[in-house]
């Protein structure tokens, strides 16, 4: 249903878009105006400054502006930019976080504060150059800007668009304005809470001395709470039905292999793609979020030709989320299943029948800041009547870091090993996890132990010096109307920091007893998963248990010592505290000079006004990568599925210098059909700089390794940015004060893309305890069904001198460990995507009523296939999908009224060695709000009301990754202008 309702959308938008400009000229011509002009506020001034930018505006722009001083659109700057045509968000906790824009991920799209570059970090993503929106407010922001075709005049990355958040000016304001406003947000999504949480914000701004001097100040409180309740499975790689391992391991197991057995209904075929399981949990987490904002802006006439600005900004974002999650993992032994018909099999239901398996109750903390402070200083000189200079400073930081004495992102685990055997049915939207135990009861709070832990300790920081010199002199000539010129230095500095400690008890840590029952909660897991498919199976697993994680944390330090043991890591850098040494580091410098010129055209096109604009701007960039890495020198195995590698401490260091230079031209042309109906036209070439990681210098490899192989990632330094050349076109048909009807298309050639491939290589003769002649002496003895804890007494009682730290060691007996290795690797192809963007704004006359519709068609030829294995390279350009938006409203005598749909369809989010797509989903928003008496207005607002579900999968629909029933959140608050 929900499908073609979408198709009846499309055709609808496509037919009246395509009819309406086709007869503009005839009814423009025939329309008399005849209304007097009228003075609004609220929703419809803003989507008049709105249009009025874009129609005023060389190349293809879109705007969002404040409906007044203080006063957004949205609560969220990514929420309200999803209403421009091409624009599709990415949600973190259900708030706006990042921008797609035509799909170009938001990597690739750059985002400027007042024009100036922005640095970004995040603990949690350490090679995104993505900026998250989720750090501002949106309270002091007075407009967005979305650059589609690009400017000379603007900092290159932003292959994509560029985005520019502009801030209230006092000087610009004008005379004094004040509001303030508190607003009390309930987030439905809570589990087993119904807190509300306040959130508040000011802004002053006056001038002062005639008009000359002003000050503006700016700042917000926010305080959220909320949930996430959503299952989740890990997969292992796409494998060839044919394909043949030494080590049958994380496969389909085949006539012959030591865990055969002939329970496999309808097999993948030879030519078949498949992907098993690797683990699977159902997880409740808890969510506070801390902002802060703060602006402050001084401005002052310090002649009739020269003003100086000077500004600080203030932004932090505090996030703790709190998980507990049940489930099971994956060990590969006997198994059943049953599958799809190819060239994608996807699994309609996979059983394991292991003796040791067992069900784990996990809790996770996550918790970091990010703090953002830019200082900057701008001079504005009116040299002559025809020449105007203007001088821009700014340096700007982005630091993400723990907050607490544990890390980033923690996790410690109980289990109770009681299952004989757990199955995931994949037949519904909720995957059914359940268990048959094996005569202990592993939902029982008295039969649980403690198990192993991990620690992160993650840092990043980015900063930005930014010296930037724009000139524009106005020739006055017949075609030549002005020449823009300009000058910038540019220095980016990028570092991360990682470390990591891990418990390997993975087989069990001490006694059931260690752990008191009263640290346990249980909690429904069908009540929590509610309306959606599958979750009403009987066999579904029905509950977890919660904990808290300081709480355990601190028992295990206490009993077992999970953070300060020699055999899990070191802290010496930390005593006291489970924070991990930060072993790796990483750093990159990006210094870029750049030239730029344009010019400004105006002449007649067979009786048409007509602007033209071309320009061109020049970059070099001077690169520079220094890394230290930890090496690796020995493994060791505690006897189960899981396998470590170990380390004396030492470490390696690199560096890399290089440079690149760019050409990038760009020419816009406009013409004014007639007085109402604008074509446009747009070419230019762009870049974007790779993420952090696919530059950063050495090898990593990951502690963890499995019984097939290890896994690691590099990147190469070396990487030039890829380019886009990019092809707009337009019409735009303003038939009404307040309304339009625009069409656009647009295509961008794509060179130099990058992508990820896997190589299979060995490192530093490390070698695999689990897969050498001892090993295999010790499988023949014990035979099956043992636990680690059998493994590790075996090798105690035959080889002594292989146990140390109660893990087994490898030798240079066993076989070489193989590390399968993911880099990037650059296409020598030229792809692209393209596509069409239907726009309608329509207010009706004085009634109050209006609405804006629009729909983005998007096609890529870089997509992935599913039907290869993940052994083959593939490049494919995430993010591109068909979007669409619906925002119906009233804005009159004081009350406003806005009802707003969007719809994303599927997409694909990820394309490593294996693709992740999220599936279609949409979501409804409501406000209304009423000034009660001059300045004072009180307002209500609903986000997501109708809670639709999220999902996403692998190379097919059974592939699920993530199952997420959404929630909705309302506000009800009061804001006052003086």
């Not at 824009?101 to 570059?117: E, I, K, M, P, S």
């Not at 002005?482 to 008890?505: H, K, Y």
């Not at 329509?842 to 009634?847: A, E, L, M, R, Y």
Request: aromatic share 12%; with cysteine.
């Amino acid at each position: 249903m929900k499908s073609a309702q979408n198709r009846a959308l499309r055709q609808l938008l496509i037919g009246s878009s395509l009819v309406a400009i086709s007869s503009a000229a005839t009814l423009a011509q025939a329309q008399e105006v005849a209304d007097d002009e009228i003075v609004v506020t609220g929703i419809r001034s803003s989507l008049k400054e709105s249009m009025e930018v874009k129609r005023d505006s060389s190349g293809i722009v879109d705007a969002i502006t404040a409906e007044d001083i203080g006063k957004f659109p949205d609560t969220n700057l990514a929420e309200s930019l999803q209403r421009i045509p091409g624009v599709a968000i990415d949600r973190s906790n259900g708030e706006g976080s990042t921008v797609t824009v035509r799909g170009w991920g938001a990597d690739f799209n750059l985002v400027t504060f007042n024009g100036r570059y922005v640095p970004t970090s995040s603990s949690g993503d350490l090679g995104s150059r993505s900026f998250d929106f989720g750090n501002l407010a949106s309270e002091g922001i007075s407009s967005v800007e979305l650059y589609k075709t690009s400017k000379v005049n603007i900092a290159s990355g932003g292959a994509g668009a560029t985005i520019n958040i502009r801030t209230t000016k006092p000087l610009e304001a004008g005379n004094m304005i004040a509001t303030v406003g508190v607003k009390g947000v309930y987030d439905t999504s809570q589990i087993g809470s119904d807190k509300v949480t306040p959130e508040i914000s000011g802004l002053y701004s006056n001038t002062f001395a005639n008009g000359t001097v002003g000050v503006a100040v700016s700042g917000s409180y926010q305080l959220r709470e909320g949930g996430v309740t959503q299952s989740n499975i890990g997969w292992r790689d796409g494998y060839l039905g044919s394909d043949a391992f030494e080590n049958e391991w994380g496969r389909l197991p085949r006539p012959g292999s030591w865990n055969y057995i002939d329970g496999v209904t309808n097999p993948p075929g030879p030519n078949d793609v498949y992907e098993v399981p690797q683990n699977g949990d159902y997880a409740l987490t808890d969510f506070r979020r801390e902002r802060i904002n703060g602006q402050l802006t001084l401005q002052a006439d310090l002649t009739p030709n020269l003003r100086a600005t000077a500004d600080a900004t203030y932004s932090s974002n505090e996030v703790e989320t709190n998980t507990s999650s049940a489930g099971v993992w994956f060990d590969h032994a006997w198994t059943n299943s049953a599958w799809t018909d190819g060239p994608v099999a996807g699994p309609l239901f996979y059983t394991e029948f292991f003796g040791a398996t067992d069900l784990s109750y996990s809790g996770s903390l996550a918790a970091s800041k990010n703090e953002n402070i830019s200082l900057g200083m701008n001079l504005n000189w009116q040299a002559t009547d025809r020449l105007n200079m203007e001088l821009d400073y700014h340096n700007s930081t982005a630091e993400s870091a723990p907050t607490n004495d544990y890390g980033t992102s923690m996790s410690l685990g109980t289990t109770v090993f009681g299952i004989g055997e757990q199955t995931i049915n994949f037949e519904n939207a909720l995957p059914v996890i359940s268990f048959v135990n094996n005569g202990t009861d592993p939902e029982l709070a008295s039969n649980r132990l403690a198990s192993g832990s991990t620690f992160a300790n993650n840092y990043m920081k980015s900063e930005v010096q930014q010296l930037q010199l724009n000139g524009s002199y106005d020739l006055d000539k017949k075609v030549i109307k002005s020449v823009d010129f300009g000058a910038g230095w540019l220095e980016n500095g990028f570092r991360s920091e990682t470390g990591f400690i891990q418990t390997d008890s993975w087989g069990g840590l001490g006694t059931p007893d260690d752990i008191p029952d009263d640290f346990f909660e249980w909690v429904n897991l069908p009540e929590q998963f509610a309306g959606v498919a599958g979750a009403d199976d009987p066999n579904m697993l029905q509950g977890l248990y919660r904990f808290d994680f300081v709480q355990m944390a601190d028992l295990l330090e206490g009993l077992h010592g999970i953070c300060s043991s020699p055999w899990v890591g070191s802290t010496s850098d930390n005593p006291g505290t489970c924070l991990a040494n930060r072993t790796n580091s990483q750093e990159l410098t990006e210094e870029t000079f750049s030239l730029y010129a344009q010019f400004n055209n105006e002449f007649d096109l067979f009786g048409a006004p007509t602007n033209l604009t071309a320009g061109a701007r020049w970059e070099h960039t001077d690169v520079t990568a220094p890394a230290e890495i930890q090496i690796y020198n020995g493994t060791s195995w505690p006897g189960g599925n899981e396998f470590f590698l170990t380390t004396d401490g030492s470490t390696e260091t690199s560096e890399f210098d290089g440079s690149y230079s760019f050409f990038l031209p760009s020419v816009d042309m406009d013409v004014d059909v007639t007085e109402d109906i604008k074509f446009r036209a747009s070419y230019s070439k762009t870049m974007a700089r790779q993420r952090y990681n696919e530059l950063a210098p050495g090898l990593v490899l990951d502690s963890l390794f499995r019984a097939d192989a290890g896994t690691g990632r590099t990147g190469n330094p070396g990487l030039k940015p890829f380019t886009s050349n990019n092809y707009d076109a337009s019409a735009e048909w303003y038939f009404d004060d307040n309304s339009y009807i625009s069409v656009g298309y647009f295509k961008k050639d794509i060179k130099g893309f990058v992508g990820s491939e896997v190589i299979n290589d060995t490192f530093n003769g490390l070698t695999h305890p689990g897969q050498g002649p001892i090993a295999a002496e010790m499988r023949a003895a014990l035979g099956s069904n043992v636990t680690g804890t059998d493994v590790v007494n075996w090798y105690i009682a035959n080889y002594p001198n292989l146990v140390v730290n109660g893990a087994i060691i490898g030798t240079n007996a066993d076989p070489d460990l193989f590390f399968d290795i993911t880099r990037p690797v650059v296409s020598d192809r030229t792809d692209g995507f393209k596509g069409l963007e239907f726009a309608v704004q329509h207010t009706f006359g004085d009634s109050g009523f209006g609405f804006i519709a629009n729909y983005t068609l998007a096609s890529t030829e870089l997509e992935y296939d599913n039907t290869q294995p993940y052994t083959v390279s593939q490049i494919a350009l995430p993010g591109v999908s068909d979007s669409a938006n619906v925002v119906g409203f009233y804005d009159k005598n004081g009350f406003q009224a806005r009802i707003a749909w969007n719809w994303r369809e599927n997409f694909l989010a990820g394309s490593g060695i294996n693709p992740f797509y999220i599936e279609d989903y949409d979501q409804i928003d409501a406000n209304v709000s009423y000034e009660v008496r001059d300045g004072f207005t009180i307002f209500a607002e609903g986000i997501d009301i109708t809670g639709t579900d999220r999902r996403g999968h692998r190379r097919s629909m059974n592939n699920t990754t993530f199952m997420n029933p959404q929630k909705g959140r309302y506000a009800v608050g009061a804001r006052y202008k003086f």
